[in-house]
């Protein structure tokens, strides 16, 4: 989402009325409980609050015989409990405790329902990047969506815990408005004014912090891709010395985080510097009114007062929490917008029938360009089962975008991708994947275990799992690294060969079993010897699939059934 679009939104009150409806409505039964747990709490409190009054007055009368006190005793003996101090005592440490205890429980509720946000967030980002198209994957900043994965997720969980607070602080508010309406309509009217009063004026405190916070979201989820990028690539840059141009592309972005930092900073220390003050001169100007131009009963100002500071100091609490939901808020609006984004770019997943590949998968006539880049024009192609068909050409001619087309991951602008005769288009895109092993350019192994790296974490018999090594030529090395299929492999494989990465990656293509094989340039980079023993083993694997290999290298000439040359113009056969 554009970002100013984003701000404005986000400042909007309808933004924060989102965000607490996208609370309520991903657990409406939890935040219904806690409601109601948080009013029941307010009850108990108001008990105390009511029983706080004779003691007020006996301290300040002594014989506690003005109007109020009889009032107070009229309830209290409607229940049959005579005001003495120590009942008045007992019932405000009961009231507290209880209050207590009921908080307790509230918050438990919030803390389970915290967890959970964070967890279906997580899983709701992880699922659509999952299903996502692969143009809007590839072009996505690892950074940014592990960043959300992580921290976004959890701050967005804990923004719910910080509303559940900021509510307990007005319903608190709200229980101290009745409770003082029982003694002086003058008290309610005069906490609500002040109240609203004090909302109103330091609101504008409140847009400055989350503004703030949506700005260091933002930040953050740009340093994080910077860093992740960087991370993923940094013996390059430690070897060229260049490590500190890093440190340029990222100073931008923390600059602008230190700014929103500081303007957060500084706007919650001016609020809770406004607060105190604002508090006492208003609690201040109501005790002069009261006392000295309404001449109203000392022990009346004094319970006034009481309630009165109580009210605002609530309506205080309120908006600092509400300040802190403001930085967490930036949080949960990002992780929306991107989880809205992905959604929004799902794979067309249409086709429904079953697959069961036997005979070849091709392209009839295809043609797709990127943007005005034309890259393929009516191409065809077959990839027969049992045999090595091995796709050359100059580099950026469209070889691995053809790979992406028969595994589906692009669609063709026209023409068709055929399966056994049948479009791509109308299969189950699921099935026809479960049947495809794919060794990838670029090497992708998981900091974990050969067994790992091979499985995916699959439950497969160790038998299985030497079977694919042995697929892949990879038992000699595999047998003789120290704990086996057990040892680790390290970041990216970095404690291998690259000869030993290539094995690996091409036991786990084929540890399911694979109809079609897909190599995309997998022994590029590797010496002679070490090439020629890895396409010995890729011959060995034609027998029960369909071996399409696309590479640069003569050596997979040689061992292709058949050669397809494309130089981007027209193609041809060789051998
Ligand atoms: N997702 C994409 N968006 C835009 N252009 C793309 C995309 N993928 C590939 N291209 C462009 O399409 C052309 C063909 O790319 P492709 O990767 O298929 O070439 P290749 O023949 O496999 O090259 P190489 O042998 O260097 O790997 C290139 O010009 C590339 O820039």
């Known amino acids: 989402m554009d970002r100013s679009l984003l701000l404005r939104c986000y400042l909007s009150k309808?933004?924060?009325?989102?965000?607490?409806?996208?609370?309520?409505?991903?657990?409406?039964?939890?935040i219904v409980a806690t409601l109601l747990l948080l009013l029941l709490a307010g009850a108990v409190e108001s008990i105390g609050a009511v029983s706080i009054v004779p003691l007020l007055s006996a301290l300040i009368d002594g014989n506690a015989s003005n109007p109020l006190m009889k009032n107070i005793e009229m309830v209290f003996s409607h229940f049959d409990v005579v005001p003495s101090l120590t009942n008045v005592l007992v019932i405000i440490c009961a009231a507290m405790v209880g209050r207590a205890v009921i908080f307790l429980l509230a918050y438990k509720q919030v803390g389970y329902v915290e967890a959970e946000v964070a967890t279906r967030l997580r899983t709701r980002l992880l699922g659509g990047l999952l299903r996502a198209n692969w143009s809007y994957y590839i072009k996505q900043p690892a950074g940014k969506l592990t960043y959300a994965l992580s921290t976004e997720s959890t701050l967005a969980g804990r923004g719910l815990r910080i509303l559940a607070l900021a509510l307990s602080h007005i319903i608190q508010a709200v229980v101290y408005l009745g409770v003082a309406s029982f003694f002086s309509w003058q008290i309610v009217l005069a906490g609500i004014?002040?109240?609203?009063?004090?909302?109103?004026?330091?609101?504008?405190?409140?847009?400055?912090?989350?503004?703030?916070?949506?700005?260091?979201?933002n930040a953050l989820n740009a340093m994080n891709?910077?860093?992740?990028?960087?991370?993923?690539?940094?013996?390059?840059?430690?070897?060229?010395?260049?490590?500190?141009?890093?440190?340029?592309?990222?100073?931008?972005?923390?600059?602008?985080?230190?700014?929103?930092?500081?303007?957060s900073a500084m706007g919650m220390g001016l609020m809770s510097s406004i607060q105190e003050p604002f508090?006492?001169?208003?609690?201040?100007?109501?005790?002069?009114?009261?006392?000295?131009?309404?001449?109203?009963?000392?022990?009346?100002?004094?319970?006034?007062?009481?309630?009165?500071?109580?009210?605002?100091?609530?309506?205080?609490?309120?908006?600092?929490?509400?300040?802190?939901?403001?930085?967490?808020?930036?949080?949960?609006i990002s992780l929306i917008g991107k989880i809205n984004e992905i959604n929004s770019q799902s794979e067309c997943r249409t086709g429904k029938k079953s697959v069961d590949f036997q005979s070849e998968v091709?392209?009839?006539?295809?043609?797709?360009s990127y943007g005005d880049r034309d890259v393929l024009r009516n191409f065809n192609l077959s990839v027969p089962m049992n045999r090595i068909t091995a796709l050359c050409g100059p580099s950026g001619v469209g070889k691995t975008t053809t790979i992406d087309l028969i595994v589906g991951l692009v669609r063709p602008d026209e023409g068709e991708v055929l399966v056994d005769g049948v479009p791509l288009s109308d299969l189950d895109m699921n099935a026809w994947r479960e049947q495809i092993g794919y060794v990838p350019q670029e090497v992708f192994l998981f900091n974990d275990t050969i067994r790992m790296n091979i499985t995916l974490g699959r439950d497969v018999e160790d038998e299985e799992v030497w079977r694919a090594v042995d697929a892949a030529g990879a038992r000699d090395f595999v047998e003789t690294s120290e704990g086996g299929l057990d040892g680790f492999v390290g970041e990216q494989g970095r404690a291998l060969s690259g000869g030993q990465r290539q094995r690996l990656m091409i036991a786990r293509a084929v540890i399911a079993r694979p109809r079609l094989l897909v190599l995309d340039e997998a022994t590029s980079g590797l010496d002679e010897k070490t090439e020629k023993s890895i396409l010995d083993s890729i011959v060995r694997l034609k027998d029960n699939m369909a071996v399409l290999i696309v590479s640069h290298q003569q050596a997979v000439r040689t061992i292709a059934d058949e050669v397809i040359v494309y130089n981007g113009q027209k193609r041809e056969l060789e051998g």
């Not at 409806?21 to 991903?26: I, V």
């Not at 609203?196 to 260091?216: C, P, V």
């Not at 006034?304 to 403001?326: E, P």
């Not at 091709?362 to 797709?368: Q, T």
């Open 225 to 263: 891709a910077i860093f992740t990028d960087a991370l993923a690539g940094v013996k390059p840059l430690k070897v060229m010395n260049v490590e500190r141009l890093l440190v340029g592309h990222i100073e931008d972005q923390s600059e602008q985080f230190k700014e929103a930092a500081r303007k």
């Open 279 to 332: 508090t006492t001169v208003l609690v201040a100007g109501g005790l002069y009114v009261g006392y000295v131009l309404m001449k109203i009963d000392a022990a009346l100002i004094l319970v006034m007062a009481f309630y009165f500071h109580r009210i605002l100091s609530r309506v205080s609490s309120f908006q600092q929490t509400m300040q802190n939901y403001g930085i967490l808020e930036g949080n949960l």
């Open 193 to 217: 004014a002040c109240g609203s009063l004090m909302m109103f004026s330091l609101n504008f405190l409140i847009k400055r912090i989350r503004a703030a916070g949506l700005k260091q979201t």
């Open 14 to 30: 309808s933004m924060f009325i989102d965000t607490c409806l996208f609370y309520f409505r991903e657990f409406p039964r939890q």
């Open 362 to 368: 091709g392209l009839r006539d295809v043609s797709l």
